[in-house]
């Protein structure tokens, strides 16, 4: 009887694990890429796939080099590249999605340490690079009914003509995944009732958002029907490895992401704001952990 | 019964095969015939061990002291069948470890000692001095597990006022059933002890915590304790329910004090079993030398076993139709927080609640990746501890910020580890760190 197994409790495990929860974040977006497909055409499953490959390819090749166990098996990097390519224009040149994908893996994750050390969203972090490096092919966008190739409906020039029933099904002008609002809330809810993803964090966000155009008096619905909101709001602010893991971090999050996003489309040179809002408040997490630590049981007077 | 609200944090451990209760929970206790060789270890508590009292070559009688006390946190150990002392050697035991036991031959009389054959005492005329000093003498400990002396834990130093006495009938670990079936069967003897343990604590207010899993418990419980003031409370199923501290806190919304024992916070928490030990050592003078075990999973007939201390466990899962092919591990008492089984010769003892067989894929650690900060463990921790923090410490051999996290508090019910989508060893880290520290502070 020297074939049994010894170690210590526990001795069962959860059937979750971190590849599960890759995966179901995977299959959460499916929903808008369909959305994607149906607006802007099959290039965009392009996009998404050169993405994803230059993701899966530059993280298990950067392990290589720094001789570190290859764990694209767990699907992080896959998520990253998935996640880019839904905030890429459609019909961007194939670089964008490459370089940005190759940046978001060896600079903001693997440079740091991997999965689990980088301090900022990989994904927003290459979009953040694509932004500075390729303004015009990343903000020229693909016209989803016959019209011409124009700028995001958040820009000025659009104010007061949105459509808010085609914005919410995504006939609108965007990114590949930001366009149907309707799309990405099936994903989100399979998140949330999974337990994948944490209410506070989209909830605080766009609440704060909705909340401040109102009081400054602007259309309340366009917080989270234009732009990119949704999208950053579920899938990127919900990041685990970048936001604050105690419940009142992720409040305080969830409310500085929608601040910073407000100010920025606001009072900024820049229409959109959800990466660089999602970013900044990535880089403040560590600080609101230290303020937000539970209170731990047994921290009471004595009694009798 | 009233119900009460659970508590912060926790998990529902294989939630998706009903915790695995199913297996035993409807069975009926059965009587597990005496083996022919019983190995009595003179440890089978928490404290000094026992130092043998009998010789080889005597014969001894069933309820017989054969280990006596050597220090006060301490517990006799009494012989669980009538026979011939053959052997007084070091055996392996649960945990792994090598302790003396006394092993006897059994000669199937199943003689009673003199001392155990006296007119069974009316509770009424039991006053607390006489029922501290049959706890001690009858070997009582808690059989929840922890095995610390019931006479230790009844006798609060002075001064010390106990407001309440609370009965853990919460049986949180999966898989297990002893408890469940002990409330059902033998009601009657477990409220015959909450009363004699409450005479000894100078009568404190008593409540049975009982998970809701178990209602048949929960109705049988309340028929027994009709007219004695004794309260029964359900419990909303969440593991670790059944610690310590939590069940404190449902029953009595008190805290213990980080670093202090329940008594700080007027609470005495003493398992079911425990109290039906209690009863027949007190009422029938009868020491514990038997105990309700559940042996489960991967066997061929789960069955809850009444099982004479000192057998191995081997006779169990025979009895029970032997391993199936593919079991990988095998614990002694729960899935959460057992202990594996270097081999199955190690015998019973007073806090072996189970005998579970995992297969192997059910023991499959899984892949460790790094950790992703999903929060699991920190949603999990029924100390509100940051478990992700903890571990990330140990990694970095960081002792000063493991005890500035509260390393110290982690009571090892192993929710974090179980939650745990990177698979990693959490609770084992924390084990650590707690060992680390508790150096240190010795050094200081």
Redesign the interface.
């Known amino acids: 009887m020297s074939n049994l197994t010894v170690s210590l409790s526990p001795h069962v495990r959860s059937e979750n694990s971190t590849q599960k929860i890759m995966f179901s974040v995977c299959i959460a977006l499916i929903p808008a890429l369909v959305f994607a497909v149906y607006w802007f055409g099959w290039t965009v499953l392009l996009t998404v796939a050169l993405s994803m490959a230059a993701a899966i390819g530059s993280e298990a090749l950067m392990q290589k080099i720094l001789k570190r166990p290859i764990t694209v098996s767990d699907g992080s990097a896959a998520v990253t590249g998935l996640l880019l390519a839904m905030t890429l224009p459609a019909g961007c040149p194939w670089y964008v999605p490459v370089l940005g994908a190759v940046f978001a893996i060896v600079i903001a994750k693997q440079v740091f340490g991997g999965l689990g050390d980088n301090f900022v969203n990989p994904a927003l972090a290459g979009r953040a690079f694509l932004l500075a490096s390729f303004p015009a092919s990343m903000t020229s966008y693909l016209p989803v009914a016959d019209a011409v190739t124009g700028a995001t409906p958040l820009s000025s020039e659009f104010a007061g003509q949105v459509d808010y029933l085609q914005a919410f099904l995504g006939q609108i002008g965007g990114s590949i995944g930001e366009v149907s609002k309707l799309a990405l809330l099936i994903g989100a809810a399979f998140l949330l009732i999974k337990g994948i993803i944490d209410w506070r964090i989209p909830v605080t966000y766009l609440g704060t958002m909705m909340l401040l155009n109102l009081i400054f008096g602007k259309p309340v619905l366009d917080a989270v029907l234009l732009g990119g909101t949704v999208l950053g709001a579920f899938f990127m602010a919900t990041d685990y490895v970048t936001s604050p893991v105690p419940a009142w971090g992720r409040v305080i999050y969830g409310v500085g992401i929608g601040v910073i996003n407000f100010a920025i489309r606001t009072w900024g040179a820049y229409p959109e704001g959800v990466t660089y809002a999602i970013l900044l408040m990535n880089i403040a997490t560590p600080l609101l952990e230290r303020f937000t630590r539970p209170r731990k049981y047994g921290e009471v007077k004595r009694h009798a | 019964m009233n119900r009460v609200r659970s508590f912060a944090g926790g998990i529902h ?2 939630h ?1 095969i009903g915790h695995g209760k199913g297996l035993s929970a409807g069975l009926p206790i059965e009587m597990l015939p005496a083996p022919e060789r019983v190995y009595i270890p003179m440890s089978q508590h928490i404290g000094a061990p026992c130092g043998p009292c009998v010789a080889v070559g005597d014969h001894v009688k069933r309820g017989q002291k054969v280990g006596e006390v050597r220090g006060f946190v301490s517990a006799p150990v009494h012989a669980s069948v009538s026979g011939t002392v053959v052997e007084i050697a070091p055996h392996l035991v649960t945990g ?1 470890s090598m302790v003396p036991c006394v092993v006897i031959e059994n000669d199937f009389h199943d003689e009673w000692d003199e001392s155990c054959l006296a007119d069974p005492l009316p509770l009424e005329r039991i006053d607390a001095q006489q029922a501290l000093s049959a706890i001690l003498e009858g070997g009582v400990v808690g059989m929840g597990g922890a095995t610390f002396p019931a006479h230790v834990k009844l006798s609060p130093p002075k001064g ?2 106990i ?1 309440y006495l609370l009965l853990n009938g919460a049986e949180c670990e ?1 898989y297990l059933t002893a408890d469940h079936r002990m409330m059902l069967e033998q009601s009657a003897r477990i409220i015959g002890g909450i009363r004699i343990i409450a005479k000894a604590l100078g009568d404190p207010a008593c409540i049975v915590g009982i998970e809701l899993n178990k209602k048949d418990a929960i109705a049988a419980m309340e028929r027994a304790a009709q007219g004695t003031g004794i309260r029964i409370a359900g419990m909303p199923v969440k593991y670790p329910q059944g610690s310590e ?1 939590q069940l404190i ?1 449902v029953l009595t919304h ?7 024992l329940p008594m ?3 609470c005495v928490v003493v398992n079911v079993s425990s109290a039906a030990a209690v009863y027949d050592a007190v009422a029938l003078r009868r020491p514990l030398t038997e105990r309700v075990v559940t042996v489960t999973g991967a066997v061929a007939h789960p069955k809850n076993l009444l099982v004479r201390v000192g057998t191995p466990a ?1 006779a169990l899962v025979e009895y029970c139709g032997g391993l199936s092919e593919n ?5 002694s008492g729960g ?11 190690v015998p019973v003892t007073k806090g072996t609640s189970g005998v ?1 067989a ?1 297969t192997k894929s ?6 460790t ?8 463990c ?1 949603r999990g921790c ?5 478990p ?1 923090e903890l571990c990330n410490d140990v990694e970095k051999n960081n002792w000063a910020a493991a005890e500035k996290h ?1 390393a110290l ?1 982690c009571i ?1 019910c ?1 929710s974090c ?7 990693r ?1 959490i ?2 880290s924390i ?1 650590i760190a707690k060992r680390q520290v508790m150096a240190l502070r010795k050094k200081k």
Do not use: W
């Open positions: 451990p294989l998706a792994g010390a006022k407001d999966p501290k806190q008190r805290q213990v004090p980080s670093g202090k700080d916070a007027g081997s079991v990988g591990r095998v614990v899935p959460m927080m057992g202990i594996a089984l270097f081999d199955l010769s579970l995992l059910q023991a499959d650690p899984g892949v990746t790094n950790c992703i900060r999903c929060g699991r920190v029924p100390m509100h501890l940051l992700y509260n508090d090892e192993g580890t179980y939650v745990c989508p990177a698979k060893p609770t084992s084990r």
